[in-house]
């Protein structure tokens, strides 16, 4: 069982807005970020979603394009019912995998080989599972010694290294992905891309946001359009990468 069904979904952040005398009033919309108004008691709003729907069953892998801003860390948030929306109706069946945010979830005082199980429990695992993998994760993050102490005392890219590795072992039906494998050196990254490929493989429904056209075509077979909030277009992985290009005005590139 997969299914994301996303119904007449709107979602507004309330923030606190301070304008410098340097930047007075913008008459017209901004190229990037979410619609910026006032909510009915003054308060200035981003709309990051606005009234939008979607539906997914199993073997659909959707890319994410969209101008900086444009919501499509806000939709895997919502999609990994992380955001609940300010309207509309969310609706997920299956286990989700979210590797939106490695940090989230680790214990910073556990050591890396304890945060393997807290992780993994988290992660819907169970703890036989969670027994029979611990090896197998532990050995793809390659910090060997380095798991018998505190999580705190490793590098940003190690956290990332470990994080990764234990959330791509899980079973899983939902994959979302936020362009998480930017992180490690250059030879783990190789290792990471193979490993991703295999995980969105075996995963029945998959949700990918990057700005890396190779990385979509690889990993996705359909795409939509995000701008300000809103679906501009969803169809076939390589006709919405060469819209959206034609609508930035730059080649599409497979970088
Ligand atoms: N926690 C938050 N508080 C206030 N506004 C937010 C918050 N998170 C996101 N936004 C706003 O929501 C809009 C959408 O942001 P989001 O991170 O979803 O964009 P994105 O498409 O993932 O962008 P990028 O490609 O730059 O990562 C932006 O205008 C952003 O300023």
Do not use: W
Request: aromatic fraction near 6%; include cysteine.
């Amino acid at each position: 069982m997969a299914l994301i069904k996303l119904e007449n979904i709107t979602l507004e952040f309330p923030v606190q807005a301070s304008k410098s005398d340097r930047r007075q009033s913008s008459s017209k919309e901004s190229h990037i970020g979410g619609q910026l108004s006032l909510g009915p008691s003054g308060q200035m709003v981003v709309r990051a979603l606005d009234q939008l729907s979607l539906t997914l069953g199993p073997g659909d892998r959707l890319a994410l394009l969209g101008h900086n801003g444009a919501g499509k860390t806000t939709l895997l948030r919502v999609m990994a019912k992380l955001y609940p929306p300010t309207h509309g109706r969310v609706t997920v069946q299956g286990r989700v995998a979210p590797l939106l945010n490695l940090g989230f979830g680790l214990d910073m005082d556990s050591t890396g080989y304890d945060n393997i199980f807290i992780r993994g429990l988290y992660l819907g695992m169970s703890k036989a599972d969670l027994k029979k993998k611990a090896d197998a994760i532990a050995e793809f993050s390659e910090l060997g010694d380095f798991l018998d102490l505190p999580m705190r005392t490793y590098s940003s890219g190690m956290r990332a290294r470990l994080a990764f590795a234990i959330s791509t072992h899980v079973q899983t039906d939902i994959l979302l992905l936020d362009e998480v494998v930017a992180t490690g050196d250059a030879r783990f990254l190789k290792k990471a891309n193979e490993q991703l490929e295999n995980f969105a493989r075996d995963s029945k429904l998959l949700v990918l946001a990057s700005h890396s056209n190779k990385v979509l075509r690889d990993l996705c077979n359909k795409a939509v359009i995000l701008e300000h909030g809103r679906i501009k277009a969803f169809g076939p992985i390589d006709e919405i990468i060469d819209a959206y290009a034609v609508s930035m005005g730059v080649e599409a590139k497979d970088k």
